[in-house]
């Protein structure tokens, strides 16, 4: 108790100034870890995140019971984890050292909520409605729709739009002479951000060998992020939606809004009440 005191103690022995650098210097470092949070949530790297924090756990915990064989094993495995984590967040580190760049003083000041732009009730129909042509006219389609990890690293890699999402634009977008329809289009709440976007392609070796390179893409950037990916197959005219590095397919339109509005807009998807069977209005005839 006294070592955890010891710093408040010593506050009354230190002047003004020295005060002030030292809760300075508590400010920066709280920033810090909280744009660097930031800059992970959502994506992989905040997996990895909890899964280093579980590893530190067992850690404590095995030398904590004496389970000495464990705690060996674990205790040797921190020796490379300065290299491993190094590894596992390169793409994470070198987003977060260019986002620190682009950082404004109006952005320092700026406290988000939750982080995820809610889709309006407009936009979900505009992009059913889309879907559902180019389901129609067996035109393939891949929609990245954004939630709380930022996308803009792979929207750099496309064509910037900035326009007001409607079925029309994206029916248009995915028209095989349109030279942006070869790639993603990436939707960041109700605003189309970019086009003809690459994805990385997914690496799991239990994915159907009869998917193709879009659906493949779709779970790759689901895998990586947790944007939401709608996929529209030119051959077979399916609709699959990947979420979490799971591809789900959806036999109608109607399953596809459902779970739209309640994946994007937090609705509760109550069944349809049934209908009362309805009265035959035929009258007995007498001969």
């Not at 004496?66 to 921190?78: D, P, S, Y």
């Not at 803009?152 to 029916?171: F, H, Q, T, W, Y």
Request: hydrophobic letters at 45%; aromatic letters at 4%; one cysteine or more.
């Amino acid at each position: 108790m006294e070592e955890v005191l010891r710093p408040f103690t010593a506050l009354r022995h230190q002047s003004a100034s020295e005060v002030l650098i030292n809760l300075l210097d508590v400010i920066l470092v709280a920033f810090l870890i909280y744009r660097l949070l930031l800059l992970v949530r959502g994506t992989r790297a905040w997996r990895i995140l909890i899964g280093v924090i579980a590893f530190l756990i067992v850690l404590v915990l095995s030398e904590r019971f004496g389970l000495n064989t464990l705690h060996w094993i674990f205790e040797k495995a921190t020796i490379l984890g300065p290299v491993a984590l190094v590894i596992l967040f390169l793409p994470e580190v070198r987003q977060a050292i260019e986002g620190f760049g682009k950082i404004t003083p109006l952005q320092m000041i700026h406290v988000p909520g939750s982080g995820e732009e809610r889709a309006e009730a407009r936009t979900v129909e505009e992009i059913c409605s889309a879907v559902a042509e180019l389901q129609q006219e067996s035109i393939g389609a891949l929609i990245v729709i954004e939630r709380t990890a930022k996308l803009d690293e792979i929207a750099s890699n496309g064509v910037s739009l900035g326009a007001r999402i409607s079925a029309p634009l994206l029916g248009s977008i995915f028209y095989g002479e349109n030279p942006l329809h070869d790639g993603a289009v990436i939707i960041r709440g109700d605003t189309i951000l970019a086009a003809a976007c690459r994805l990385p392609l997914s690496e799991n070796s239990r994915l159907d060998s009869h998917l193709h390179m879009r659906h493949r893409a779709a779970v790759g950037i689901s895998e990586q992020t947790d944007a939401l990916t709608i996929v529209v197959s030119e051959e077979r005219g399916t609709i699959s939606v990947s979420i979490d590095g799971e591809i789900t397919r959806y036999s109608t339109v109607h399953e596809l809004r459902e779970m739209l509005n309640r994946d994007l807009r937090k609705m509760p998807i109550t069944p349809p009440t049934p209908r009362p069977p309805r009265k035959s209005r035929r009258r007995n005839r007498s001969r």
